[in-house]
Every structure is written in structure tokens, then in C-alpha cells.
């Protein structure tokens, strides 16, 4: 993988996790919704935890925190990418790109401890499909190096 190649990699999926922010807030309508079962909720729950991930790794990528962010890394990935190469790439991707809005988010497939998520950020290199998250020691974490 080319020095380029992965700084577009990292930059992307820092650019998920603001993406992975969403809209929030509660109407009157979702209050008075039952509570799903306790296997939805638990889906929900996953769901929630993985966004939290994402959006937390793509906001210190972008600040640039490279600390805070490369313990975000999988322990597959952070074998893969050395801490002072990933300050590199992150200095880089925040002159490249600044601040960047996502524009859509989805999970595509969550499945124990793996997980995929596409998202777009509005600048077409970087738009993301099924990329691989995977969950270590309670915390997802970004597995696409």
C-alpha cells in the first residue's frame, strides 16, 4: 500500500466517524414508542458503540490528535502502521482536508466483534464502502489498514 493510498485510508475513516455523528434529539412521537426487545436493544447498543468509535477516531484524526487516534487503531493495524508514521499521515490529512461533514452513514454488517461501515464525506476519494471495523477489549476500533 502506497504512502498516498493509506493517508486517503486513514483520512476516510477519521472522515466516518463525523459522519457517524448523526441528528440526534427526541420527539414526542419516538418517547411514546415502545421499548424493543432486549436482542433489538442490544443491536442498538452495538450500534451506538461502533458510531461512538468511528466519530471519536475521525474527530482527533482530523484535529489532528494522532495519539488519540491511533489507539483507535487495531492491534492488527497498529503492527502495520508505525505511531510516528501515523503523525505524519494525520498532520497531512488535516492540512489536506481540514474539517470535513459526512454526509451519509451506514452499518452495513455487525457481527460480534466485526463490523463494516460505508459513509460518504462529499469528496469522492474519500467515500468509504464496507470498510472493516473490529471491536478489541470493548472498544471498536479501525481495522483497514
Known amino acids: 500500500m502506497t504512502h498516498r493510498t493509506r493517508i486517503m485510508t486513514i483520512t476516510a475513516a477519521a472522515i466516518a466517524s463525523l459522519l457517524l455523528a448523526g441528528c440526534g434529539g427526541d420527539s414526542e412521537d419516538s418517547k411514546a414508542a415502545e421499548t424493543p426487545p432486549a436482542e433489538e436493544q442490544?443491536?442498538?447498543d452495538?450500534?451506538?458503540a461502533l458510531e461512538?468509535?468511528?466519530r471519536a477516531y475521525t474527530e482527533a484524526l482530523f484535529a489532528p490528535d494522532a495519539d488519540t487516534a491511533y489507539e483507535l487503531l487495531s492491534t492488527r493495524c497498529k503492527d502495520e502502521i508505525s505511531s510516528t508514521e501515523?503523525?505524519?499521515m494525520a498532520d497531512l490529512a488535516h492540512q489536506s482536508y481540514g474539517a470535513r461533514?459526512?454526509?451519509?452513514v451506514s452499518i452495513?454488517?455487525?457481527s460480534g466483534d466485526l463490523a463494516r461501515v460505508s459513509y460518504t464525506v462529499g469528496?469522492?476519494?474519500l467515500d468509504r464502502e464496507a470498510q472493516p471495523w473490529s471491536r478489541e477489549d470493548g472498544t471498536w476500533r479501525w481495522d483497514a489498514c
Open 42 to 44: 442490544q443491536g442498538t
Open 46 to 48: 452495538e450500534e451506538a
Open 52 to 54: 461512538e468509535s468511528v
Open 86 to 88: 501515523f503523525v505524519g
Open 101 to 104: 461533514t459526512i454526509e451519509t
Open 108 to 110: 452495513d454488517q455487525l
Open 123 to 125: 469528496v469522492p476519494d
